[in-house]
């Protein structure tokens, strides 16, 4: 894809939030402060075999079409687990499953549903930047429910989350939420301590910086790229050897 730059612990009044980390726990196993709040899991698209398999056997990416469905399953499990009664809110890109599934013939929108109804989570179908955008800003009541967790499964470059990376295109994303138009959030969705991670590849580079003078939030992000290839065991994504997570 062409990167030029433009492109609580019940359920209550309040949740115990403070930084959530990969494994579930509350970071140093001490809670910060009790807001209510909403946690917030987005899931991107996967990429269509029709286009994957004119790359190199090693380039190729989502032979598996759930590596970003499994993983965000895992984190929700974990949160569920480590503050129980948090409401979360998975928001998966619909347009990209809906081409996928029609290219294996399989009711992979039933399956993301069932992972609904099992973990009891408010699911959000999204198509458009716009529509996650206008979610994260006022899915609900901002002035009540801040937004605690945010956390991103899915392909990425260093300047924009891209939600149908070689879904429609080769090697290309029509549909991407680009480090400009995070000035669209609105910061006072966010809880001033909230928990922020993409896991997808290089945000650390550019994004995760763009993400932080916009909301006023930190995020982590990988320097280098991400690898979804354990996802099977039920493990979320580790950073490649050569690279390493920042905030």
């Avoid at 970071?27 to 899931?43: F, L």
């Avoid at 945010?150 to 480090?179: M, R, T």
């Amino acid at each position: 894809m062409t990167t030029a730059p433009r492109f609580q612990t019940f359920r209550y009044w309040g949740i115990l939030c403070c930084l959530l980390v990969a494994g579930g726990w509350f970071g140093g196993g001490k809670a910060v402060a009790a807001t209510p709040g909403e946690y917030i899991i987005v899931s991107g698209g996967p990429s269509l075999l029709e286009w994957e398999q004119y790359r190199r056997e090693s380039h190729r990416h989502d032979k598996w079409w759930g590596n970003f469905i499994r993983t965000a399953r895992v984190r929700m499990e974990q949160i569920q687990k480590s503050a129980p009664g948090t409401p979360i809110t998975w928001l998966v890109y619909g347009p990209g499953y809906q081409r996928r599934a029609a290219e294996e013939g399989q009711p992979l929108l039933d399956n993301i549903t069932s992972v609904r109804d099992k973990y009891g989570i408010n699911l959000v179908w999204f198509r458009t930047e716009d529509e996650l955008i206008n979610y994260i800003n006022a899915g609900k009541d901002r002035r009540v429910t801040k937004v605690v967790g945010f956390e991103y499964f899915g392909h990425s470059n260093k300047y924009c989350f891209v939600f149908d990376y070689s879904n429609e295109v080769l090697g290309a994303s029509k549909c991407f939420l680009h480090e400009d138009d995070l000035k669209r959030l609105d910061r006072n969705a966010f809880y001033r301590k909230a928990y922020c991670r993409s896991w997808g590849c290089h945000t650390g580079e550019s994004f995760s910086a763009a993400f932080r003078r916009a909301t006023g939030v930190k995020m982590i992000g990988a320097i280098g790229k991400t690898d979804y290839s354990k996802t099977y065991l039920l493990t979320l994504p580790t950073v490649s050897p050569e690279g390493r997570w920042v905030d």
